[in-house]
């Protein structure tokens, strides 16, 4: 799967499809953390759109949080819109950790109140702010965001303040943009 030697033994091809049961099936069974991410990396196929979701949704909630950073960034490509509404209860559940920053990344496409809600609660979060920001930008536009990220440039915690400048930063430079086109 991982063409362990390469030049020595090279696959023909890797089966996306034909290997989505098998990987979904070892999914849960296996431990050791760089043979999940490995497998959790080659999910992040059309053939594993759909199906792999609750699976990987489950690894999740128990994967540490580089994995869950992986986990996340798969789920952003084989989560259907109908799935949606798992992924934000997910984001909500607030584990701490850098992990769910790509579960936020998803939120902005998530045409719900509880989703925006859960977005502008991240740009309070150290762990996920940076992501959040950027995220509520796409989801309302940036000069709606303008005014929740400007509100946070003064905050106590550096990682807020710093993300909120970061956002409003691009806000503004794409504000500036629309303006003069």
């Known amino acids: 799967m991982n063409r362990p030697y390469p030049g020595v033994l090279e696959p023909a091809r890797f ?8 990987l979904l099936h070892w999914l849960p069974e296996i431990h050791d953390a760089r043979v999940k991410e490995a497998i959790v990396r080659h999910l992040k196929t059309k053939a594993a759109r759909g199906v792999a979701t ?7 909630r128990v994967a540490g949080e580089d994995l869950q ?12 819109k109908e799935q949606y509404p798992a992924l934000v209860e997910l984001a909500a559940d607030r584990p701490p950790g850098h992990g769910r920053a790509q579960l936020f ?4 496409r998530v045409k719900t109140d509880r989703a925006l809600k859960i977005l502008v609660h991240g740009l309070e ?4 702010a940076l ?14 965001a303008r005014d929740k990220l400007a509100r946070l440039t003064d905050r106590a915690n550096g990682v807020v303040s710093r993300a909120a400048r970061e956002n409003l930063k691009r806000a503004d ?8 086109a």
């Open 69 to 80: 950073w992986v986990i996340g960034d798969t789920l952003q490509a084989v989560a259907t």
């Open 131 to 144: 992501v959040a920001g950027s995220a509520l930008r796409r989801a309302v536009g940036n000069e709606a």
């Open 15 to 22: 089966d996306a499809a034909a290997a989505t049961p098998i």
């Open 125 to 128: 979060d150290p762990d996920v």
């Open 173 to 180: 430079r794409a504000l500036s943009k629309e303006r003069r």
């Open 105 to 108: 990344d998803i939120l902005w």
């Open 54 to 60: 609750q699976p990987l949704i489950e690894a999740f």
